[in-house]
């Protein structure tokens, strides 16, 4: 263990309690975890390959390093030293209160002991506990290493700071805590799941729609603007101009009508689960689990990364956690600047499977930015109505590059003075292997005339201070004689 990371527990290792190793040791906690099967390892493992694939295709900078991942024979053995203890046991209550009164024999008393339980409230789980003000409900979704919501529901038992720390070391995850704000079975979205799933099976059971029905009416329609917007946003922008209380007025009666059934439930006999699995056999049987869940991910990374690029909802957490995670260049030597550290995501690869050749301008591009910002022509400088335009840019295509695939780009500066920035840059693999070169020429513009003019002086003060430092560093090969 790093004695300078915090260490998180995780009793139960399936999936979700595989999603939260993942979450944890991806943002670089160490991690231990306990689960009495057999196969939780391997499990675990799956996850984990699943998670390193996807999660880093989110940030346009490298996560942390990751922590280490200990497996243990017993729960005092996992949560020992814990910061974080994180329970994903079954859902059975005389099972969670067992590891909760074994766990708090073994933890320290300032550790926090998080439920991932979907329905049990905490007061519930916090009966015969020894310390009953160190166990909150922190209730994810799957897959817990993408899907930012975590209801945090608490009782009169655990201290404010306590549930402040909890909800600050959940955002410092790049995840959204919503604080629910009393205690109600299956706290707040799986409530609203448990309604839909409900008039699912109505549907199913009445021969009315097929199970890959009903799923299209949600991907296809609603979900994608749920994804977006959540439920009432949506309706406001129903109700047209008149907002949401046209929309109320207008389609409020409905509530009144016998559309569905949420209060009466079918019974699940052997001939409607057998309806339910083979529908789903047909739906879904030809590929497999890990197959839907790449399938899924791929798509979740798509969805997120729109989101990203228009700061929005789950994309601006996204950003918000990118800039918490973001390492400053270090430009104090005479070396190239890692100007980029990051993974291929999902949407720069082409009907190749590698990625595409815009892409590598965009690489480029990105890492002109970060030079920018570090000379002082950042945001703010460009609100002031100056910037710096590429004029021209030469690639070299040395390897091809694939989806999820991690790269550096290291830059330089080959001309640092009046308007003209001339950058070198090195796309680099893992192994120190060159990917693609880019030699990019940049002028400083005023954007008041879209004409050529001189930087602010302190700009041009810092640039000409970086060139002079790396015009030690040996030329290319292929630009000396250029």
């Known amino acids: 263990m790093s004695a300078d990371r915090k260490t998180a527990a995780i009793i139960g290792g399936g999936v979700i309690g595989g999603g939260w190793a993942a979450r944890f040791l991806l943002n670089g906690w160490d991690v231990c975890v306990f689960d009495p099967d057999a196969q939780a390892q391997r499990k675990i493992t799956a996850v984990l390959e699943n998670a390193r694939y996807a999660l880093p295709m989110l940030y346009n900078t490298a996560l942390p390093d990751e922590g280490s991942l200990t497996y243990c024979e017993t729960i005092s053995g996992a949560v020992q030293n814990a910061d974080w203890i994180q329970e994903s046991a079954p859902e059975r209550l005389a099972l969670k209160r067992k590891v909760y009164q074994t766990t708090q024999e073994h933890c320290r008393a300032d550790a926090i002991i998080a439920s991932s339980t979907s329905g049990f409230k905490p007061s519930e789980i916090q009966g015969c506990a020894t310390r009953p003000e160190q166990i909150i409900v922190a209730h994810p979704f799957n897959p817990v290493y993408l899907l930012p919501l975590v209801e945090i529901v608490a009782t009169d038992e655990n201290p404010p700071e306590m549930t402040d720390r909890a909800t600050g070391i959940i955002e410092s995850l790049g995840m959204f805590p919503l604080r629910v704000r009393a205690e109600i079975d299956a706290h707040i979205a799986d409530r609203f799941l ?40 949506t309706y406001r922008i129903a109700g047209g101009e008149a907002g949401m209380r046209h929309f109320i007025d207008q389609f409020g009666p409905c509530l009144q009508w016998p559309w569905t059934k949420l209060m009466d439930v079918p019974e699940l006999t052997d001939e409607l689960v057998e309806m339910i699995a083979s529908q789903s056999d047909a739906q879904s049987g030809a590929h497999t689990i890990r197959q839907l869940e790449r399938m899924r991910d791929e798509n979740l990374v798509g969805i997120l990364l729109s989101l990203k690029t228009r700061d929005a909802a789950a994309g601006a957490l996204l950003n918000t956690h990118e800039a918490r995670i973001t390492q400053p260049p270090d430009t104090s030597g005479a070396e190239p600047i890692t100007t980029l550290n990051r993974n291929v995501p999902i949407d720069w690869t082409d009907y190749n499977g590698h990625m595409n050749e815009s892409r ?14 570090l000379l002082g022509a950042d945001a703010e400088y460009i609100k002031g109505d100056n910037s710096y335009f590429t004029v021209d840019i030469h690639i070299r295509f040395l390897q091809e590059t694939r989806t999820g695939q991690r790269f550096s780009v290291h830059s330089r500066v080959l001309l640092g003075e009046g308007k003209k920035l001339r950058l070198y840059h090195k796309m680099l693999a893992d192994d120190g292997s060159v990917i693609a070169t880019g030699e990019q020429m940049l002028i400083h513009v005023s954007l008041k005339t879209r004409r050529a003019c001189e930087p602010q002086p302190e700009i041009l003060a810092k640039l ?19």
Do not use: C
Not at 360 to 373: K, P, T
Not at 468 to 474: C, D, R
């Open 194 to 233: 448990e309604a839909v799933w409900r008039e699912a099976l109505w549907l199913i059971k009445g021969e009315i729609a097929t199970t890959e029905e009903i799923d299209n009416a949600i991907r296809y329609g609603f979900g994608l603007r749920w994804a977006q917007m959540g439920l009432f946003e």
């Open 360 to 373: 590598y301008g965009q690489v480029f591009s990105d890492a002109a930015d970060v030079v920018m910002a």
């Open 464 to 482: 000409e201070s970086l060139a002079a430092a790396h015009a030690t560093i040996p030329l290319p090969d292929h630009l000396k004689d250029t």
